[in-house]
């Protein structure tokens, strides 16, 4: 399993303490920091859907100019994530051959404890 987000971020810190809690290995990618390229934004776009990925209620995109906004589109998406991570909804895990866009401990427990 692997978990992307950002360190500091407060979904991401309930997230990760949710798995160590459970005892659910994993490893974390800050992709502010580590970065994020454009072939596993790809797959992920594929598997959760840019609209899944594109967090609409953060800072991040209420910045954004309203041009930007109103005329938003699969590719200007994928440019736009890969140019501010953070507009990324938090967090992003890897498990297997599934991609899970946000944190919901109910839907975690069912999905990873096994």
Do not use: H, L, Q
């Given at each position: 399993m692997k978990l992307?987000?950002?360190r500091n971020c407060d979904t991401v810190k309930?997230?990760?303490k949710w798995l160590d809690d459970a005892g659910?290995?994993?490893e974390f990618h800050d992709f502010k920091k580590d970065g994020l390229d454009t072939d596993r934004l790809s797959r992920w776009e594929q598997t959760a859907s840019w609209e899944v990925l594109l967090n609409r209620r953060g800072t991040t995109w209420r910045k954004l100019p309203d041009e930007v906004r109103d005329n938003i589109s699969p590719q200007s998406a994928h440019d736009l994530m890969l140019d501010n991570p953070s507009i990324i909804?938090?967090?992003v895990v890897e498990h297997?051959?599934?991609v899970?866009?946000?944190f919901n401990a109910g839907e975690w427990a069912e999905?990873?404890?096994h």
């Open positions: 992307y987000g950002i309930k997230a990760r659910i290995n994993y909804k938090r967090p297997g051959d599934t899970s866009v946000g999905r990873f404890k």
